[in-house]
């Protein structure tokens, strides 16, 4: 079975401070890994994904994510927020042509 | 391009009564999906039309929902009769190919069943 962990449900942090989202997976077979994001009232954004090669992978709005296989974790990080990325953030996992979302991880930047 | 788009944006419907979503994917798109979530859970997969054909529907709740995408261009989902769990917001994507394709959301909407 496959399932993605989002441990964080609320970050806070302040603006120009670095941030990192945790994600973690579970699956028997070889995935494709996802980040999306969510602005108010909009539908979700792919901020970067992971297929293959190299395991850090860069997305825009200057986020990045690293896939480490060893410890199922994809986490996304950005090295200084913006209040602009005040947004609600999900980790996805694809197999089988299936999408399997994480429960969200809601950043609020701290002006 | 427009993106996918989704009406109504919000429904505010009372238990037992019949409400019915719709889903326009970006144009070209063959591939369409459904998701929703609950409230402070996970989104979760409900079907997916390949064209105008039904290739996963295997995230379906129950038989109060039907999903159909006539001509294989847009889609509705229905939920009849309605129930106080089917309360969430309901997701469309599309996308061109299927795997390891980025799907493209619509905004979604917003159903609360009183």
């Known amino acids: 079975a496959q399932s993605v962990t989002q441990l964080d449900s609320q970050v806070p942090v302040f603006e120009e401070a670095p941030v990192e989202l945790r994600c973690n997976y579970s699956?028997?077979?070889?995935?494709?890994l996802f980040w999306y994001v969510q602005y108010p009232n909009q539908g979700l954004q792919l901020l970067l994904k992971y297929l293959s090669g190299s395991t850090l992978v860069k997305g825009i709005n200057g986020f990045e994510a690293e896939f480490n296989k060893s410890q199922t974790s994809f986490h996304l990080r950005k090295p200084s927020v913006h209040i602009s990325d005040t947004a609600e953030y999900f980790c996805a996992l694809e197999t089988g042509n299936q999408f399997y979302f994480g429960t969200g991880t809601s950043l609020t930047v701290i002006p | 391009e427009a993106g996918v788009t989704q009406f109504p944006s919000h429904s505010v419907i009372e238990k037992g009564q019949t409400v019915t979503l719709r889903c326009d994917p970006i144009?070209?798109?063959?591939?369409l999906y459904w998701y929703r979530r609950v409230m402070g859970k996970e989104i979760k997969f409900l079907l997916h039309f390949v064209k105008e054909s039904k290739q996963d529907e295997s995230g379906m709740p129950n038989n109060r929902f039907l999903a159909e995408r006539t001509g294989g261009t847009y889609s509705t989902l229905k939920v009849q009769p309605a129930e106080l769990e089917d309360s969430g917001v309901y997701f469309c994507a599309s996308s061109q190919a299927v795997a390891s394709e980025t799907q493209y959301f619509g905004p979604g909407t917003r159903l609360l069943v009183l």
């Open positions: 699956s028997s077979v070889s995935v494709y």
């Open positions: 144009s070209g798109h063959d591939n």
